[in-house]
Every structure is written in C-alpha cells, then in structure tokens.
C-alpha cells in the first residue's frame, strides 16, 4: 500500500499538538532588508536559511521515539565597525519521546543537543544542551491545553523559558487557533481548499560562540540573538503533501549583541535576564520589515475513531 511504511512511523506523532499531520520537512528563507544600526554610521541586510527535520518512530500505541534534525545559517554584519559580515550557526538533534498518559494527558519529553557557534574551530564552547517538556490534556476533540518547559545552557547562563497554550480548531475546521507562549503563536483561516491565510508570532533567545580565530579575533566573545517577529502569510498547497508560506512583517525588540565570553548574567527566566551587568560590543539594530518563503513536506495522518465523549 502507498505510504503504507511511512504511516506505521508517524501514526501516533506528538498527539500533544493536536495535529492530524506531521511536517516531515521545513525549509526556510528569511530576508531583513538593509536596516541601520541605532546609532553609528552604515546598515546591514539579515539573511537566514534553514531546514527541520522530524522522524518520529511508533513503539506501541502509546509511545513513540521521537527524532529530527534542525539547522540554520545567518548572514549579517552586527557592527558598523567591523568591516565584513559574520556567519552563525546552529546544528541541533531531536531525541526524545512522546508517551500517552492517562485521563487524556500526553507528554512530550525531548533532549536538544546542539552546536551553536561561527564552526570556524569547533571545541566544547560550541556545544549547547536543551530539554524540551510539554504536557497536553484534550479537553475535547477540537480543544487541548498546554503546559510545559524549555531549558538551555546558553553561553549567557542557564535560560528557563515556561510554556502556556492551547490548541483549538473550529467546528468548520476553518479556524484554528496554535499557541505555545511566550514562544510561538498562529492563527490560521483557511479561505479555499488550495489556500490558508493567518497570523504568526516568533520569540528567540539564542547565543552564539565566536572563536577567538574568527572575525572578532584575538579574543573570545558571543553573539546574543535576540528577535520577535509578528508575521502575516499566504499558505499555498501545491498538492495535498506540499506546501508553500510566503510571510511579510515586522520584528520587536530586535538585536544581535556581542559580548565577552566571561560576560554572563546570574540566570535568565524568559524574558528576564537576572544579575545582568553586562556590556554590548557592538551597536543595536533597529526594527524592519522581514520577509520569509518556507516549502514544507507534510503528512497527513488518518482522522482518529471518536470513542466515547472525553470530560
């Protein structure tokens, strides 16, 4: 049978989100037009590309071994003054895995290993770990909450982001409302059946290790990125397994910071980073326009049996 392989893999992907697919492949483009710097002379254009991969893989009707990939490159000069553009990366593998527990709650438990760094001379100081928890209870079929945990040890100090949302689809199935915040948020409406349009919103924190043979030589520093990113899209299905965003908006409170290694806060909680004393090296970005074009892969899982009502 046609896919039959791939569905015995995917059959019970993260029942946390609520989803009946799951997005095997996403490839992104992200494009800042030249933006100037808060003060100081010049501008710089931000250009990001990624992939995200997700396999997961069914060990019984109640557990599934979750796995992927993530990886991103990002162009920009951070400093007037620096005179040539930087190149930051990040490898990232997902291990972990989804369980179903009782009175409607399932788990996601996931570990986030990762390389985030210029990989100009890859040592321990590029290395980064992550967790990821989530907790989900169905309500109903078109109703579930969220709760969870997103830990790093960023080069910044330990950073503990909680999590809160929900996942909701209207009766038409319209309408459906995506969110995980203060992280991630989507509102999608779908106005025809090639054709979507919505709302999303993206917060990072994420550093960057910078060695001391790269462009900011002699010494060791961090890039601190952080952005958020209010998006309007267009979602186009090619055909019922491909797809095409095309998004335009705007970013808040964006920035790029160069620090001293050593330069560190006491703990980061969210937004809020305790103890912080530290000082930039270089000029803050001003807010733009951002553009992004995304291609994903997705696969669409059967429509589950309704049993009996859940409370």
């Not at 000069?77 to 989804?98: H, M, R």
């Not at 980061?268 to 951002?290: H, V, Y």
Request: hydrophobic letters at 40%.
């Amino acid at each position: 049978m046609k896919n039959a392989g791939l569905l015995l893999l995917l059959v019970i992907y993260l029942p946390a989100t609520a989803q009946n697919y799951v997005d095997i492949l996403r490839l992104h483009y992200n494009n800042t037009p030249p933006v100037a710097f808060d003060s100081g002379p010049g501008e710089t254009q931000i250009q990001e590309m990624g992939v995200d991969i997700t396999l997961p893989i069914k060990f019984n009707d109640k557990t599934a071994l979750l796995t992927g990939f993530f990886g991103e490159r990002i162009n920009l000069l951070p400093d007037p003054f620096l005179g040539s553009d930087i190149q930051l990366y990040s490898a990232l593998l997902k291990i972990g895995i989804n369980q179903k527990h009782k009175n409607n709650w399932t788990g996601t438990y996931m570990l986030l290993p990762k390389l985030s760094s210029d990989m100009t001379n890859i040592n321990d100081k590029d290395v980064q770990m992550g967790a990821y928890l989530l907790l989900t209870k169905e309500k109903r079929p078109e109703l579930k909450y969220r709760m969870g945990l997103y830990a790093n040890t960023e080069l910044f100090s330990p950073f503990l982001v909680p999590i809160l949302g929900m996942w909701y689809q209207s009766a038409n199935k319209k309408l459906c409302l995506d969110l995980s915040l203060p992280i991630f948020g989507n509102i999608d409406y779908r106005l025809h059946r090639v054709l979507s349009t919505g709302l999303t919103f993206n917060a990072f924190v994420r550093s960057y290790y910078m060695n001391s043979s790269g462009p900011l030589r002699p010494s060791e520093h961090y890039v601190m990125k952080s952005t958020n990113e209010t998006l309007l899209y267009l979602q186009f299905y090619l055909t019922k397994n491909l797809l095409l965003q095309t998004k335009a908006g705007f970013t808040i409170g964006r920035y790029y910071r160069i620090y001293d290694l050593g330069d560190k806060v006491d703990f980061g909680l969210s937004a809020f980073k305790f103890g912080d004393n530290r000082t930039p090296l270089n000029e803050d970005l001003r807010d733009g326009l951002m553009f992004q074009v995304r291609l994903v892969y997705r696969f669409h899982l059967p429509e589950p049996q309704q049993d009996t009502p859940k409370n």
